[in-house]
Nanobody
């Protein structure tokens, strides 16, 4: 079984910072792309940031210059550093990863359970 567990959410102030962490555990052979998505109330889930195994990154326009995604391939973790927070960043944030568990099976896409981020003064 593979699990993605997020941590680090909570209440942040406008202009402040929060850091989210995602740890993948279980029977993992390799992890390809990892990413962070978010879903605000009444809205569709959207990509926030993604990172390849080699470190190439991709960001939503709304967070460029404010958020930074990073990963540690040895630890199977991915972090999202969120700076200059805005009330519009309020959402449930989900970790996502493409994981191979066996050379006999194709890689699958996994989701974490989500962590709430609320930006408010």
């Amino acid at each position: 079984q593979v699990q993605l567990v997020e941590s680090g959410g909570g209440l942040g102030q406008p202009g402040g910072s929060l850091r989210l962490s995602c740890a993948a555990s279980g029977r993992i052979l390799s992890i390809n792309d990892m990413g962070w998505y978010r879903q605000a109330p009444g809205k569709q889930r959207e990509l926030v940031a993604a990172i390849t195994r080699g470190g190439s990154t991709n960001y939503a326009n709304s967070v460029k210059g404010r958020f930074t995604i990073s990963r540690d391939n040895a630890k199977n973790t991915a972090d999202l550093q969120m700076n200059s927070l805005q009330p519009e960043d309020t959402a449930v944030y989900y970790c996502n990863a493409d994981i191979t568990t066996s050379p006999l099976f194709p890689r699958r896409n996994y989701w974490g359970q989500g962590t709430q981020v609320t930006v408010s003064s």
